[in-house]
């Protein structure tokens, strides 16, 4: 069940993630869940987006049945509950990633201000109210590309493409990197962006696996492993007992039945010395 708070303008429900499945968000920066809003309200979106082309698109978010079906959907508000915490805080602004189609290709690029780092105090969400097939040149992400910097308009990078039926909602750390794809189909094609905020300090408040355990997770391989085990740590209320050795040592994850045991290095407790 949702409880909205609407002096405070946030939100509480249950988490609906597991240990894995942060984890795999620390990882790869984004998450699709496709098909997720009524086909009413995708199809009130759209038209709310038609009948107000002067009014900047934040006016939608004090409409209570965008709110209500949109912005607290159960599965995204699960979702978003999970990584940032109680009290989430709802959107102040809304962007609205209008295309005339057929349009061009557009660079590869992080958005501005993107920090690199461990900490996720807020998340960046995209809505689909319309069908984004890849004729009408659908937002393509970079999993992993969130962790570092990387150049602008840098062309070789291969990505995920997030084509998906209307009512559809992917959730990204803001550093992720994006482009838009190339549009052949003609209309337009309206893609909404807004953040949700955490207003309270992290720690691990989602689903628990028994049997998940810190030291075999899956970090990833060398150069990123201790990007997210820092940044998993971080969202655990953990971040002062990360550290790593490099090299070889945790975090570092190598195919399984590679080792013959379990790495060096692991900062949980002292020192074994
Ligand atoms: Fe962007």
């Given at each position: 069940m949702i409880r909205h708070d609407k002096k405070n303008r946030t939100f509480d429900c249950e988490p609906t993630l597991t240990d894995t499945q942060i984890l795999k968000f620390?990882?790869?920066?984004?998450?699709?869940?496709?098909?997720?809003?009524?086909?009413?309200?995708?199809?009130?979106?759209?038209?709310?987006?038609?009948?107000?082309?002067?009014?900047?698109?934040?006016?939608?978010?004090?409409?209570?049945?965008?709110?209500?079906?949109?912005?607290?959907?159960?599965?995204?508000?699960?979702?978003?509950?999970?990584?940032?915490?109680?009290?989430?805080?709802?959107?102040?602004?809304?962007?609205?990633?209008?295309?005339?189609?057929?349009?061009?290709?557009?660079?590869?690029?992080?958005?501005?201000?993107?920090?690199?780092?461990?900490?996720?105090?807020?998340?960046?969400?995209?809505?689909?109210?319309?069908?984004?097939?890849?004729?009408?040149?659908?937002?393509?992400?970079?999993?992993?590309?969130?962790?570092?910097?990387?150049?602008?308009?840098?062309?070789?990078?291969?990505?995920?493409?997030?084509?998906?039926p209307a009512g559809s909602v992917f959730i990204t750390i803001y550093s992720l990197l994006h482009r838009r794809t190339k549009s052949t189909a003609s209309g337009m094609r309206n893609l909404l962006k807004w953040s949700y905020w955490r207003t309270v300090p992290p720690k691990r408040d989602w689903i628990h696996e028994l049997d998940f355990d810190f030291h075999t997770a899956d970090y990833g391989g060398h150069g990123v492993c201790k990007y997210i085990a820092h940044m998993f740590y971080w969202l655990c209320g953990k971040a002062d007992e990360f550290r790593t050795w490099g090299g070889q040592s945790w975090p570092c994850s190598f195919p399984p039945g590679s080792q013959i045991d379990k790495s060096y290095g692991f900062p949980s407790g002292p020192p074994k010395w």
């Open positions: 620390c990882r790869e920066g984004f998450l699709m869940m496709e098909g997720l809003v009524p086909d009413e309200i995708n199809r009130r979106t759209f038209a709310y987006l038609d009948e107000h082309p002067s009014k900047g698109p934040s006016s939608i978010i004090l409409e209570d049945w965008f709110r209500d079906n949109v912005l607290l959907e159960p599965q995204v508000a699960g979702a978003v509950r999970s990584i940032l915490g109680t009290a989430v805080g709802l959107p102040v602004l809304m962007s609205n990633h209008r295309v005339q189609c057929p349009a061009p290709l557009g660079d590869w690029h992080h958005d501005a201000d993107s920090l690199f780092g461990p900490e996720v105090n807020y998340l960046q969400v995209f809505y689909y109210p319309q069908d984004a097939p890849v004729e009408m040149g659908p937002t393509e992400v970079l999993p992993g590309s969130h962790l570092q910097e990387s150049p602008r308009g840098v062309e070789h990078h291969r990505g995920v493409l997030t084509t998906a």
